[in-house]
């Protein structure tokens, strides 16, 4: 896990992703593609955590190169569940993938199922399309508006199964623990 004493060594890589688009579902799709880790920013300072919504969240220390042509994303802290949702993450450590949830998600506990239990996550019941498995860790989940509403903070979903996967919620981590160190408000608004 990325903390004060370790923050200076993260690599964050920008744009590492596959020349061109798999089919879903096709033996191709599941497996290494050709993406490049040439695109890169090194060292960044701890800002942030929050254990019960599992985020970090920190700050690059050097400017990112333009020609990275980079593009943000907006976020969402209303406090309620969507009709739909999307992951964009690096499962395995592998190129992005992108997978789709067209059903409602939920606000629950983490690994939980009662709604809305401690309202502390998002719950993704299962994958339509792609799945996310280990490494996906801390990726976003984005609402049908195209913001972050969550963060991956673990599950059994996986290919092969239909498992759910928990996000923590960007309301509850908006506000944490209530100090600059464990909220996202002081950093973002």
Do not use: M
């Not at 969402?76 to 789709?100: L, N």
Request: charged residues 15%; negative net charge; aromatic residues 12%.
């Amino acid at each position: 896990s990325v903390s004060s004493s370790n923050a200076a060594s993260v690599v964050v890589y920008w744009n590492y992703e596959n020349s061109y688009c798999r089919a879903p579902g096709s033996g191709s799709s599941g497996n290494p593609g050709d993406g490049s880790r040439a695109q890169f920013n090194s060292g960044a300072i701890f800002r942030a955590d929050y254990v019960a919504s599992d985020f970090t969240l920190l700050e690059l220390d050097d400017p990112i190169d333009p020609a990275f042509n980079l593009h943000w994303a907006g976020w969402d802290r209303r406090d309620a569940a969507t009709t739909s949702a999307v992951a964009i993450h690096h499962p395995g450590v592998e190129e992005k993938r992108i997978s789709f949830e067209n059903n409602a998600t939920s606000i629950t506990s983490y690994y939980g199922t009662p709604v809305p239990g401690n309202s502390t996550h998002i719950r993704v019941t299962d994958w339509d399309l792609g799945t996310t498995e280990g490494g996906s860790s801390g990726s976003p989940l984005f609402t049908p508006e195209h913001r972050i509403f969550g963060q991956l903070h673990g599950g059994d979903a996986a290919c092969g199964n239909n498992s759910s996967d928990w996000y923590g919620r960007f309301f509850t981590s908006w506000t944490g623990g209530g100090t600059n160190a464990t909220r996202l408000s002081n950093w973002l608004d």
